[in-house]
């Protein structure tokens, strides 16, 4: 049989063994992250933000043009909400609809991972990769949330991973193929966040020509396909835009990027060492095999070698470049759970193929930092049942009023952390007894089942507690021809107040609605914390009630005094 027979031979025998793993691979995460995605309230402030402009998308039958509240929003291109509104449209506005696109973002990581990693390396390779990302706290966790970071994450780490492909190739014409179509990636992601995503391609790459003492691995014409794809795919909306309505969105969309990066924006500026902790952390327990993989790998491969290099590149570009940032929040780092899970993948395979022994001082840390995890799972439900025992430590008058939330626990819900633990320790035991491919999978399978049942049993009380009360009151007036406000930052008014198109130029400026001559009744919660200056006679607010935390309040149309309820 020739050379290439034998080839065509492999890869028949590759592929037959991935596609079932990758069938399988999707329908986990259809189990893991599509079940109980509407089982909590949308969370302020992102989800209840970007829900809010798919919403007001389909109301207002425009989507062109992103508004909150029915006002210009310049922070985010349309891309996501596209995609959410499209689900709205299938299932309703609602928070299943919210957290769907993600959920499938989700399935489509799973396997792009899977088929990426078997490629490189080996399928034992790809399901680890696929399994690390699965099974680590905060990858899993945001596959089943309405944000925008993994749809943006997902098309960046698409586009690297075609680079490397196109820088594989020897075909010109095929590279420039592949280029062209990582281009389209980034188009993609610019739809999706902004041009930052340009920005980490580029550093990403320029880090690595300098890591090749500037030696040119690239011609003109890659760049040229690359940015020209780039361009096309983002011009399908920010040039339609700008025709359309001026340079409004572009330079207001610019200066809030620039304003995210020099000043801590919406009170998320945090020291400069805070990605560090949340990728170490969040990432569990990825993140702790990662560690020992975070080396320039020596191997034979020139596909391997140049994953290696660009994955580790991508995580110090990202890691530096928003810690750089001055607005800082958990999701900002999120890209860095590719190379991160991507590297635990590379250790766990070595510790499977007995290239190397699993480290002692790993298996330590992994069990005290499980054992504060479960402990914390565990003893948070019976605390909160014996409030008495934490009443007297709690300084903020908030929280203290949110907690007396009579919300009923059963008392059983302390198992969830201690099953995780014992499921955590029978795992650290098969790596002892070196039984490495059992103890991957209990540790990460009893991880995601442990975020799975939280997401089911203790996520939707801690969210009662936080604001279910006021999410409550706008669902309760949704329906009425009446204005529903908070008077905190929130988006969850007027997504639960399903707020409507209104000719009222003054609908959404809340100095009017609390002072001017409104039209019709308007309806307002405050925290109890903050509810002092509402509490002025010359307002003429009607207080409804005050309970767990928040005050509501109404107020009539001047001269129609409504009778308080």
């Known amino acids: 049989m020739s050379d290439k027979s034998e080839r065509s031979s492999g890869l028949l025998r590759s592929f037959g063994k991935s596609v079932p793993a990758c069938l399988l691979l999707i329908i986990l995460g259809a189990v893991f992250f599509i079940p109980g995605l509407g089982r909590v309230h949308l969370f302020d402030w992102d989800e209840a933000n970007f829900a809010e402009a798919s919403r007001e998308m389909i109301e207002r039958e425009n989507f062109l043009q992103v508004t909150i509240d029915y006002q210009p929003f310049y922070q985010k291109p349309p891309l996501f909400f596209w995609l959410q509104a499209l689900s709205m449209k299938t299932f309703g506005m609602n928070e299943f609809a919210a957290r769907f696109v993600n959920a499938v973002c989700g399935m489509a990581t799973l396997a792009a991972v899977f088929i990426i990693g078997s490629r490189i390396y080996t399928v034992t390779f790809g399901l680890l990769w696929a399994l690390a990302f699965l099974g680590s706290f905060l990858p899993h966790f945001f596959f089943k949330s309405g944000v925008i970071d993994p749809v943006f994450n997902f098309f960046i780490f698409l586009s690297l991973t075609l680079i490397a492909k196109a820088l594989l190739t020897g075909n010109r014409s095929r590279r420039a193929g592949w280029f062209a179509v990582a281009g389209a990636c980034i188009g993609l992601a610019t739809l999706s966040k902004g041009p930052v995503a340009f920005l980490i391609i580029f550093i990403t790459m320029f880090v690595y020509w300098a890591s090749l003492r500037f030696k040119m691995f690239f011609s003109s014409t890659d760049i040229i396909s690359f940015l020209a794809t780039t361009a096309g795919v983002a011009l399908l909306f920010f040039g339609i835009e700008t025709f359309s309505h001026g340079t409004g969105f572009i330079k207001n969309f610019i200066a809030y990027q620039i304003r995210l990066f020099s000043t801590g924006d919406a009170g998320h500026g945090r020291p400069f060492y805070f990605h560090f902790f949340v ?3 969040g990432c569990f327990p990825a993140s702790f095999f990662a560690i020992l993989a975070f080396v320039t790998r020596s191997a034979s ?14 995580f110090w570009v990202v890691l530096v470049l928003f810690s750089i940032v001055k607005t800082k929040t958990v999701l900002y780092s999120s890209l860095a759970w590719f190379p991160v899970t991507y590297l635990a993948a590379l250790y766990l395979s070595e510790i499977i193929g007995k290239k190397t022994a699993i480290q002692r001082p790993l298996l330590i840390s992994l069990a005290v930092f ?14 909160i049942i014996h409030k008495e025992w934490i009443v007297p430590l709690i300084r903020d008058k908030f929280a203290l009023a949110c907690l007396e939330n009579p919300l009923h626990w059963s008392g059983y819900e302390f198992l969830l952390g201690t099953g995780y633990g014992c499921a955590v320790a029978v795992s650290l035991l098969f790596f002892v007894k070196r039984r490495h491919s059992a103890g991957v999978a209990t540790l990460f399978g009893s991880s995601a089942a442990c975020l799975f049942l939280f997401m089911f049993i ?4 801690i969210e009662q507690y936080a604001q279910g009360g006021p999410v409550a009151f706008y669902k309760a007036h949704a329906n009425e021809n009446v204005y529903v406000r908070s008077l905190f930052k929130s988006y969850t008014d007027l997504f639960y107040g399903l707020k409507k198109p209104d000719n009222n130029p003054q609908s959404h400026n809340l100095e009017w609605l609390l002072r001017g001559p409104i039209d019709k009744p308007a309806y307002f919660v405050a925290r109890v914390t903050q509810s002092a200056p509402y509490e002025d006679t010359a307002l003429h607010l009607v207080k409804i009630a005050s309970e767990y935390g928040f005050v509501y309040y109404r107020r009539d149309v001047p001269g129609n005094t409504i009778a308080a309820k």
């Open 370 to 383: 499980a054992f504060l995890v479960c402990s914390a799972i565990s003893l948070f439900p019976i605390l």
């Open 458 to 461: 203790v996520a939707p009380k």
């Open 301 to 314: 491969a020139s596909p391997q070698q140049l994953f290696n290099r660009l994955m580790i590149i991508l």
């Open 279 to 281: 990728i170490l952390f």
